[in-house]
């Protein structure tokens, strides 16, 4: 009889275990006891140390395999640490996400504890956030209810009341436009009153009524600490107030745990995340055995002396050092560009270059800042016929608010005519909430903006004699010519989204004043968190890294600056960066 199942790896010897690791690895595998903070760099192998770690502990006979809890973020990270662990011998250990380990405690507990059965999961935020403004008589767009369902995640990630959310909103949150401080707690409450009136949680309900349950029952407790003893928390850079505040409730008096992190790739602040939990492990555990991971294996020296100088001096930087390559492999290039399409131009024809030089596409990588620079780029790399695939977001024309325009825009073409297409295209585009300025809040309702703005610069780009329906006949060919991405493409991502890959050739664009750092990081904090997605980027590089930016966007945009990040990457003028015209 066959089964799907993976079939048992026998166990690795501890010897063999410890020998396939490098010094600095090895010290964190054999740490197996108390609190140790592993400070791992980008591309030292920190994935490598933590499960060979975890299986040299079930080798060695300290670490009984169903008292193990790897705690990471996401389902495709926690999916990596099983398959690893499975390959080591390791394979009875749990391997979740925060929220998977604590829905599964959840489920077992409710009906002992509340009776019944669990309450169901909300499937969208958002509709309920709908419904919770109707209420209200509050009238919110797709992106403006997106935005606020981020409100209501960060609130619960954060430990804040809806009084404290209150204090907390009028001081230092960025709502969409039609959203006042007050009206925000309002719909919050609301979203609460529907919520209940349900009898549905959502996934952030998990973890506070998993960390209730656990702090009010002391039996739970009780049989949730007999039943992990020995934690490894990775990503911990990324660990929220609840996430941590659970984590304490997990351990209760003991202290054997083991995070892993880097605080140069805390990214997500804005969804609530605190490196200082990284920071200050050592000062909350005395006897913390810390460990550096500081060799690279994944960049060339010029790519890991550029990322070191991006992050020289930061609160928490390791010092990346390359073990890849003997020879300091090739220079990190910086281009300037007159404009975003000579820039995407630019990009796609080094891109050419480099698959003819023998570099496979699906080692190449575009990042970028924000979604809406897809666009340019997804059209310079088609020109090119060169294959690409967009990662950790819709294409440009599967957009929901670009369908919406498109539909819009071609409705329009058949009774409008003879009007100069910029007003014709504007007016259609005012109807669907574009604005000439970009509206100040961050989020879905800035990237609408963008989406419908960069529809508005296709129009702005045309010639002068483009008629609306030509214009209108125009997108549709641009939307009707995409087609599903082939196995082997170039990736374009985010720079979030990118977090966690590499690829042998990296281009990160749009480095100017406004994308990197953004706009609406008007604070110190806010360009810190800039600096270091930048960081991120960079480090995903392994052979060969190109900046670029350009002095003006598509339409209507005052010269551009160069970021002010890229003054610091060059290592042969002090204070300002390298450049070659594009």
Known sequence: MSSSAPSPVAPASPEAL?????????????????????????GTGKTR??????????????????????????????????????????GPVAARTFHAAALSQLNFFWPQVIGGQMPRLVASKGKLL????????????????????????????????????????RSNRTLPTRVTPDAAVDLLQAYEDVKDSRRQIDFEDVLLATAGMIESEPWVASQVREQYRFFVVDEYQDVSPLQQDLLDLWLGDRNDLC???DASQTIYSFAGAKSEYLLGFASRYRAARVIRLEQNYRSTPRITETANRLMRGRPGALALSAARSATPGTEVVVTAYPHDGAEARGVAAAIADQISAGVRPEE?????????????????LGDAGIPYQVRGSQRFFDLP??????????????SISGEPLFKSVSDVLRSLGWTQEAPASRGAV?????????????????????????????LMERQAGQHEPTVSAVTLATLHSAKGLEWDAVHLVGLSEGLVPISHATTLAGVDEERRLLYVGITRARRELRLSW??????????????RFLAELDSRTPGAAATRAG
Not at 554 to 563: C, E, I, L, T, V
């Open 550 to 563: 350009s002095a003006a966007g598509p339409h209507r945009s005052a010269a551009r600056a160069p970021s």
């Open 259 to 261: 995070v892993v992190g």
């Open 18 to 42: 410890l020998e396939a690791l490098d010094d600095e690895q090895r010290q964190a595998a054999e740490a197996l006891l108390g609190p140790v903070v592993l400070l791992a760099g980008a």
């Open 446 to 474: 800035r990237d609408r903006w963008e989406s419908l703005d960069a529809i508005m610069g296709l129009a702005e780009q045309m010639p002068a004699s483009t008629s609306f329906r030509e214009f209108t006949d125009e």
């Open 401 to 414: 608010e670009v369908k919406q325009a498109v539909l819009a825009l071609r409705g329009a073409s058949v």
């Open 130 to 169: 709908g419904h919770a403004a109707e209420t209200l008589h509050l009238k919110l767009d797709t992106a403006s209810l997106r935005d606020m369902a981020a409100e209501v995640e960060w609130r619960k990630v954060s430990r804040l009341s809806l009084q404290q959310y209150a204090a907390a909103v």
């Open 49 to 90: 140390a933590i499960t060979h770690r975890i299986a040299y502990g079930v080798a060695a006979g300290v670490y009984p395999p169903n008292r193990v809890m790897a705690l990471t973020f996401t389902a495709r990270a926690a999916g990596e640490l099983r398959s690893r662990l499975r390959a080591l011998g390791a």
């Open 364 to 380: 190449i990588a575009v990042l970028y800042r924000v979604n809406v620079q897809a666009a340019e780029l997804e059209r310079a």
